[in-house]
């Protein structure tokens, strides 16, 4: 079978990491009857500043036409208002559907941040909240300036990311059994949110989620429900993140919240994530465009090499998938190459080479 996958680099370390998940691709042993073809993308700050376009109609039509999947790098978008200027992966997420972003954080042994194992996966509604980007700026006639945004939940999109974290627990439970890894772990879902405050948004979001991991198949599989007010969530996501196993969450949130889980397996550069929707899904490395080290060759690869495991996981190919995600953790493993934010001073092609070697 081939499979088409759209690249699109994005901006800044972007360029230098989508050439890696490209070639862990075309690395895959043959065994598994799998073959790719590639069609090069654009989007980004760069592709705004040429063309005036960021999210180009072509690459959104490349996708719904041609291709199976893609992979995503990052854009800079910039901090400060920008006419005409919209982030393309936010838009990419709502025109294509890809309700759920899914990050799993895992690490392959004790880092100096945290030393018991972490295997969480993070599910963030990827359509709603405060990212519909309805904002508003006015002036009073005092001469206050008053800015707004509009953050909008409904009951959707909220009992659909709470399904899909629920299979993803059944699933991941599933393969613990088979493993023999880890098999004590509680499936559990913990519903993060700020019911307290927000009633009637985040009221919303925890209802629907909570019944829809109230149906029968899930309870019938055995998910404990849990939930957690979200600022106590990060002081004990912090303090031990052993115990969780999937968390869901609205879109700000769950934003937020793989970030602080990054820094306790010991950098950014390691956690994947995957834009899902019924039968695409986008790979794409959780953090941005990195324009600190950019140019220099030293962005770490291993987020986007597990991206693309993980595109390939949503996309049924669940071997393949499998074979990355053992290299990937041999080779974090053993660190004998490590890029400059875990200490090590490997460049991304040193890392990439290691991993194809170990496929
Ligand atoms: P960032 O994620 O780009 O970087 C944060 C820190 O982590 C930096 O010190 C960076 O060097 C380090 N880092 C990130 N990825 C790394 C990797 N693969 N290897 C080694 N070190 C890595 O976040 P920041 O600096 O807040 O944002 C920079 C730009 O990225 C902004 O323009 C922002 O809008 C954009 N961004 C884009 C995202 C996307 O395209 N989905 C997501 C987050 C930020
Ligand atoms: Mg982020």
Redesign the pocket.
Known sequence: RTLRIGLIP?????RE?IPAGRRILEALPSSLGLNFSFVDLDAG?DCFKNTGVALPDKTLDTLRKECDGAL????????TPTKGYS?P?VALRKRLDLYANVRPVKSVKPTAAYPDPIDLVIVRENTQDVYVKEERTYELEDGTIVAEAIKRIDSKASSRIARMAGEIALKRRAIRETSGDNIGKQTMVTISHKSNVMSQTDGLFRSCARAALEEKRFVDGGIKIDEQIIDSMFYKLGRNPSPYDVIVAPNLYGDLLS?DAAALVG???LIPSANVGDGFAIG??????????EGRG???????LRSVALMLQFLDQEDAALAIEKAVDSQLLEGRFS???MGGNATTNEVVEDVLKRL
């Open positions: 994005g901006d800044g370390i972007g990491v700050f995503f790098g990052a854009v800079s978008s910039p901090t982030s992966i970030d950098s950014l550069g794409e490395p959780c953090h941005g465009s990195a324009p600190d080290i030293i962005a770490n690869p291993i987020a986007t890029t400059p934010d």
